[in-house]
């Protein structure tokens, strides 16, 4: 009897020295991949720790979505409330999943699109399914195909428009894929009915959870973060506005020695604070249409005009617009300290009035009270506007501006001491249109704002 042939082995024969050899190679290319990959995960635990402690509500939400998909996991563990669902609980799991969003007005504007989707589309499945019968074995899955071609490229074609994009893309996508899940499924379900019942009790389930959870448990509301958005654009925009007016008109000799101390009046954060209210168009809109499906909370009734702060904020990024050119000129700076020291005064003048009028309309956002504040520091700014123009036409007569000034300081030759520079002269001329424009711009957002703030006080 021939022997029961044995399992082939692979071997490899190293010569003398040759193992040590490989694994003295190898040993300092795996210890340091190790401790690389350590370093990474350490970094990416220190920048977590950091974004946790800045943004403890983030951590709150995960929370609130762990216990949301505990309680839902009930019904899928405990026996009578799995049957009572049809044996599908997993479907209110992944409803969960999918529909928590962030702030209230997100989650119920998701779980409503879910909830309605799936209502229509399972209606209309059992009547596709209905009629695909009554025209035999034959036709019926030919029809279920046309139906599902045609509605599903008519949702898809929906999902592209503006307006349905906005507010009802998610419940588009649970159309076609609840449509598609019940009209196929019914040529194989014996009871279709009870198909389609026990999806739409397991997402009215799921969805119910998802909202009750984030109402009445530390709930975020879209419309105190759009609030809260407004007014926090409004002091970034103040605050970018004083400090690029004084870092363009501070002395060029003290610039060097007092380099610590410009750090310290003009920080970076509010140097480029504008840029974000630049960046604030989609958040502002997304919070707007989230807001409008909260009910009432805190001083914002149910009829809140949540659609003026969308032109709110476009006034808003028009005055960053006004900075955004104003950096641009701040960055190459070459008119003359002795330009500069003519021109301070006014622009000082107007860029406070300005800031200043900004900062008390945080307050009339903020109390929805009109502030008499406003009228005086709109006063100033009409006033130090009038000093603007007096001193550009002041600039127009070098004559005029050298009787004020060193003539000398005019030159950059010999012989040409009443011939200023023409550079400093459009960087001036630039920095002084550019502040005009703030104020009238200062002016609509004082205007948006009233309109706002009666709004408010009437829907109250």
């Known amino acids: 009897m021939a022997k029961e042939s044995e399992p082939l082995e692979w071997r490899m024969s190293f010569p003398d020295g040759m193992s040590m050899l490989f694994v003295s190679e190898c040993m300092p290319h795996t210890a340091g991949f190790v401790v690389g990959l350590l370093f990474k995960y350490l970094g990416l635990m220190q920048s977590g720790w950091r974004y946790g402690t800045s943004e403890p509500r983030k951590i709150v939400h995960c929370f ?16 009578p409330l799995y049957e009572g669902v049809g044996g599908n609980a997993m479907w209110a799991v992944l409803t969960v999943v999918v529909a928590f969003e962030y ?3 997100a989650t119920i504007c998701k779980c409503v699109n879910r909830t309605t989707a799936t209502f229509i589309a399972g ?15 034959a036709w019926e899955p030919i029809i279920l195909q046309v139906s599902v071609f045609v509605f599903a490229s008519a949702a898809t074609f929906l999902r592209f428009l503006p307006s349905v994009k906005a507010h009802f893309d998610h419940g ?7 449509f598609i899940l019940v009209s196929v499924s019914g040529y194989r379900v014996p009871d279709l009915f009870d198909f389609a019942q026990h ?24 419309g105190n973060e759009l609030h809260s958005l407004i007014l926090s654009n409004m002091e970034k925009l103040a605050d970018s506005l004083d400090a690029y007016v004084a870092v363009y008109l501070r002395d060029d000799a003290d610039a060097d020695a007092d380099v610590d101390d ?9 140097l480029i604070g504008y840029r974000s209210v630049l960046d604030s168009m989609s958040t502002e809109e997304s919070l707007v249409n ?10 914002f009734s149910f009829k809140h005009p949540w659609k003026d702060y969308l032109e709110l904020g476009a006034l ?22 002795f330009l500069k020291k003519y021109f301070s005064t006014a622009c000082l003048k107007l860029s406070s009035n300005s800031s200043a009028v900004l900062r008390e309309l945080v307050v009339v956002v903020r109390t929805s009270a009109e502030s008499p504040k406003i009228g005086l520091r709109l006063k100033d700014m009409c006033v130090a506007v009038q000093e603007l123009h007096n001193a550009l036409k002041a600039l127009s007569n070098q004559k005029t501006v050298a009787t004020e000034t060193k003539p000398e300081e005019f030159s950059e030759g010999k012989g040409e001491s009443n011939v200023l520079p023409f550079v400093a002269i459009v960087q001036l001329v630039t920095l002084s249109s550019l502040l005009i424009e703030i104020v009238a711009r200062t002016e609509k957002i004082v205007k948006a704002v009233n309109i706002l703030a009666h709004k408010v006080t009437s829907s109250e």
């Open 172 to 178: 588009a996508l649970i159309f076609i894929f609840t």
């Open 103 to 105: 702030t209230v007005g």
């Open 64 to 79: 609130k979505v762990g216990m949301a998909l505990c309680l839902v996991s009930l019904f899928y563990y405990v026996g």
């Open 290 to 299: 989230y807001a409008r499906w909260e009910p009432a909370h805190g001083g």
């Open 316 to 337: 808003l990024r028009s005055y960053a617009n006004c900075i955004d050119a104003l950096s641009g000129i701040v960055s190459d700076t070459k008119a003359p300290a």
């Open 262 to 270: 410009m750090k310290k009046e003009a920080s970076k954060e509010k």
């Open 199 to 222: 999806r739409l009790s397991n997402v009215a389930i799921g969805t119910s959870i998802c909202v009750v959870t984030s109402i009445f448990c530390c709930p975020v509301w879209a």
């Open 123 to 137: 209606a209309l499945g059992i009547g596709v399914h209905w009629v695909a019968t009554r025209f035999g074995k």
